[in-house]
RNA sequence: GCCCCCAUCGUCUAUCGGUUAGGACAGGAGAUUCUCAUUCUUCAAAGCGGGGUUCGAUUCCCCGUGGGGGCACCA
């Protein structure tokens, strides 16, 4: 085991998304690719924004995508407790360290980190007031991501609130010190926030950790960043809608990451292998839906069939589509395996495999103008009928086999019977195969739907 | 307003000074299949602008412009 300990620190106000995945993946991907430690610390210091609830939509979507963290909640590990609320002790003990260097101060009873440097009084036209600002030196960010950034901290800044409360920038770097933190892999959007953690890193005499910033994900329509507020924005509806975990660990790995060649499609080893902080992009990146749905499908594609048959099964459950009590297994296993290679994702199952479950399935009033208006439909579905009664319906070769006999009988082509037939077992003209229909559905249902809308025509 | 980061097809990206600027998604056209989807072929599609440095810049530097983020007793 290397020395790299990493941290992924969620804060449970909010669902959990897209972008906070993205960090906790390349925070856990460094971990696994150094063989270093990966922890996972709950930033709940700000109790009137915390539930439970949160809190366990953080464990199941980590677990969800595949991110076992080697140490925190529910884990152990030397440098506990793992939730920022369970750890008043030692922030005060690390107060009283800054308080006993002088570097604090108390002001409307709150306690102030106190900057070097000379002050003076400045009307800060934005906050349309007046502050003190500190002539301090510039701060030297390491960044792994962007090189060496220089900012300038230049006021004094809350770690105690009047409440007695530790604030966001005080308890974590506290934290990442006595977590022995050396790598703060988090996103941009905190870069700015980063020299105030330099000051307080320096004030504790400690070395700085490595920072590496990442990209951020943009919302995919109109400005700024994804929030979790937009569309497809949280994790737990990707779990809902039956996406592929993989599927989506492997797309947000090539968001602000590449493994430097072509390749896409990667098994999480081989990323673990490739990842690499400095091969991070620096720019921010859109999210595409389209995209990470076609990195879906071809996840699903390749899926062995038990497997695929076992995430269809807790789906329907999930969905609660058969309201009426389960097909036969038998019977819900042959329909699943004839829709597997035809779909795009597992949503997708229940609309695309419903005649197969019911007789009461709408017959597409465009599809079946369409399909009347060629041919002689009545006539080849007579034929249809009168060739299922007693057809070998035992092999999809065999069903085929048939109708093209039949077929080439009339010098007609196979399409002449599949159009009509298929609109008549399934209301569409979308589907599996017809022969795959036939055999699955079975002689009874096929012969019954044929004549209910012969007589329609 | 101040500070920080960024800049290649619509989108995600490759290119570590010399390439017909490549791939993927999305889009167009075609082929295959009983429909649909898949698959295959194919087309269209990019270096933000201006200055430098250099024999030569998408690549290095500067200035604009544009995009993003931050400037709380939120995290």
Same mark, same amino acid.
């Given at each position: 085991m290397s020395q790299v300990r990493v941290r992924f620190a969620p804060s449970p106000t909010g669902f959990f998304h897209i972008g906070s995945a993205r960090t906790a993946l390349f925070n856990w991907l460094y971990a696994r690719h150094t063989g270093g430690t990966f922890v996972l610390r709950i930033e709940d210091t700000d109790k009137e924004r915390n539930s439970e609830e949160f809190l366990n939509v953080i464990y199941d979507s980590l677990r969800w995508l595949g991110m076992e963290w080697d140490e925190g909640p529910g884990k152990g590990g030397d440098f506990g407790p793992y939730r920022q609320s369970e750890r008043d002790a030692i922030y005060k003990e690390y107060l009283e360290k800054l308080k006993a260097a002088g570097r604090t101060y108390e002001k409307d009873g709150a306690v102030y980190f106190k900057l070097l440097g000379e002050r003076s009084e400045v009307f800060d036209e934005h906050r349309k007031k007046t502050v003190t600002k500190v002539a301090n030196t510039p701060a030297i960010i390491d960044d792994q991501i962007r090189g060496r950034v220089e900012r300038i901290e230049d006021e004094d800044f809350v770690i105690v609130r009047s409440d007695g409360s530790p604030v966001f920038h005080f308890v974590n770097v506290v934290d990442d010190i006595a977590m022995k933190i050396t790598h703060v892999i988090r996103g941009e959007d905190h870069l700015s926030n980063t020299s105030k953690h330099v000051e307080l890193f320096k004030a504790f005499g400690v070395p700085v950790p490595k920072f590496a910033h990442i990209p951020l994900i943009l919302k995919q329509n109109g400005p700024g960043k994804m929030s979790k507020r937009d569309q497809g924005a949280l994790i737990e509806e990707y779990q809902r809608r039956g996406y592929l975990p993989e599927a989506l660990v492997n797309f947000l790995s090539l968001l602000g990451w590449n493994p430097g060649d072509d390749r896409e499609k990667m098994p999480i080893a081989e990323i673990i292998r490739l990842f690499d902080l400095p091969g991070v992009n620096q720019s921010n990146a859109r999210f595409d839906d389209k995209k990470l749905a076609h990195m879906n499908m071809t996840y699903l594609l390749e899926l062995p069939e038990e497997k695929f048959l076992e995430l269809a099964r807790v789906y329907f459950e999930k969905q609660n589509v058969f309201t009426a009590g389960w097909p036969a297994e038998t019977y819900f296993r042959e329909v699943i395996a004839l829709a597997h290679p035809k779909i795009k994702g597992i949503e997708e199952l229940p609309a695309y495999t419903k005649y197969f479950f019911t007789e009461d399935f709408v017959i597409d009033d465009k599809v079946r103008a369409k399909v009347l208006s060629k041919g002689e439909p009545k006539a080849r579905l007579a034929e249809l009928i009168e060739l299922l009664r007693?057809?070998?319906?035992?092999?999809d070769l065999a069903i085929e086999d048939a109708i093209k006999k039949l077929a080439e009988s009339k010098s007609l082509g196979f399409g002449d019977y599949q159009a009509v037939a298929r609109l008549a077992v399934? *209301?569409?003209?979308? *589907?599996?195969s017809i022969t795959g229909m036939f055999r699955v559905l079975g002689r009874e249902k096929v012969l019954a739907r044929l004549e209910r809308f012969g007589a329609t025509l």
């Open positions: 007693t057809a070998d319906l035992s092999s399934s *209301g569409t003209n979308v *589907g599996p």
